[in-house]
């Protein structure tokens, strides 16, 4: 089978490999499409916490091909998305409810691959049969709105709040949509003018190009007295990013911090005005099986459309070229299919 293998930055190769048997509990999907992600281009473009080499892809959908001894709940034939990651339940902080800082998470990253592993926490716990009206497409959208979910569900939003999303990428588009189905009147904020568009077409009600206006000052002009949103949410992975959105929160406001920077950046943050004004500052990474289940129910109601997020189509000798595409702006995602 072909598969790509993450060897660096901008280093990433095509190469054969076995098709992976499986053991005890465990399932072999035959990958009928892979989404780029936002983690998959930091990783190509700058590196990211793992070491070389390693398998890299983790919005895939496709076929069961093959199940372990003891697997039930699938099938050969089966139609599945499969999340990336599922908790121990073992560890003090699955214990603690904190699935998402679990240590023990087995992953399934590989699914810019023609065939993947899937282990058994994951076929037990955050694998999902499709709908027979659902499109691999829209399946593949789980991980990344699990993730958006996730972050959503650690901030408060009232029914009429006012709600920043720095950044509209597709984690932050998704944010967009979230915020917006609690009842929130959202601004986005973002310098490409393609997803800014689509900000206002899942529900955004401002739209500001940060090229063009101050990204502050424009945020809070858009609220009474300019006292600043409700709540801000980061999405950009930027450490300045996460300075502005603190900057243009009210007093009592809530900030997500939730894009992940690079290793060793450091902000800076009025101390004073967080504590006297009593802002919230809330870090959140990943998500759960909670948020996961959550996200699969949402995307089959269709609350977000894979027709929104997903613009190219690529073959697996081209991922590299869909990666550089989607790190550059110009689409939501990319996609990667497969041949029968």
Known sequence: MKRIVYYGIQDIRLEEAEIPTPGPGEVVVKNKVTLTCGTDCKMF????????????????????????????????????????TAPCHKCYWCKKGQHSMCTDLPSNLGAYGEYQLIPKNIVN????????????????????????????SNVTIELGDTVVVNGCGPIGLMFIRLAYLRGARVIACDRQENRLALAAKLGAAETINIDEKDQIQAVRDLTEDSRGVDVAIEAAGLPQVW?????????????????GTKKDTTVNIDCTRMHYEQITIKGVFHTTPQHVNAAFELLKMGAIQAEDFVEHEYKIEDTEAAIREHAAGKVIKNCIVYDD
């Open 45 to 84: 473009m700058r590196g990211y916490r793992y070491q070389p080499p390693h398998l890299i892809g983790h919005e895939a959908s496709g076929d069961v091909v093959a199940v372990g001894e003891g697997v039930t709940n699938f099938k050969i034939g089966d139609r599945v998305v499969a999340h990336n």
């Open 125 to 152: 716990e955050t694998m999902f049969k499709l709908p027979d009206d659902m499109e691999y497409k829209q399946a593949a959208l789980t991980e990344p709105l699990s993730c958006a979910v996730y972050g959503i």
């Open 243 to 259: 300075e502005i959105a603190f900057r243009q929160v009210r007093a009592g406001g809530q900030v997500l911090c939730f894009g």
